[in-house]
């Protein structure tokens, strides 16, 4: 196995973005452009960055124009540093608030089982075998 960089997990990713694999939240996945490809994907790509690096899973509210417009969410990683690959997304000035650590719930049910399995495999395809999906109690 070749060793992993970080710009080799972060263009993996971005090559694996999708409208398939886009939340179904609030329209997003009809709302889903290539040209903005990591809008809608912050949970399960913090889902796979949290296979490979484990920490924490952090969740924050998304403010624009004084409403809430849902959730983010990033990793904080075990050095305390916050990772977070899918920020660009919010081109519209939208702001965070509220920010929270997570705990990774155990199971398919907690996440969006589906798109998660299917961007993981698309992942794994550019990069090979990943750390299996943390299933914390």
């Known amino acids: 196995m ?3 960089n970080l710009l080799a997990i972060d263009s993996a990713l971005r090559a694996s973005w999708a409208a398939d694999t886009c939340s179904a939240d609030d329209l997003a996945r009809a709302d ?10 912050c949970d399960i790509t913090a889902l796979i960055v949290n296979d490979i690096f484990g920490g924490e899973l952090m969740v924050g509210e998304v403010w624009l124009g004084g409403e809430q417009h849902g959730f983010h969410w990033w990793n904080r990683l075990s050095s305390g540093i916050e990772l977070d690959l899918t920020r660009e997304q ?4 939208q702001t965070l608030a509220a920010a929270r650590v997570v705990e990774r719930r155990p199971g398919p049910t907690r996440y ?5 399995l299917l961007l993981r495999e698309r992942v794994i395809a550019r990069l090979g075998a990943l750390p299996e999906p943390a299933m914390r109690a």
């Open 2 to 4: 070749i060793p992993w």
């Open 112 to 116: 969006r089982w589906s798109e998660y």
């Open 32 to 41: 889903w452009q290539p040209g903005n490809p990591s809008y809608g994907h």
């Open 90 to 93: 919010f081109q519209l000035g």
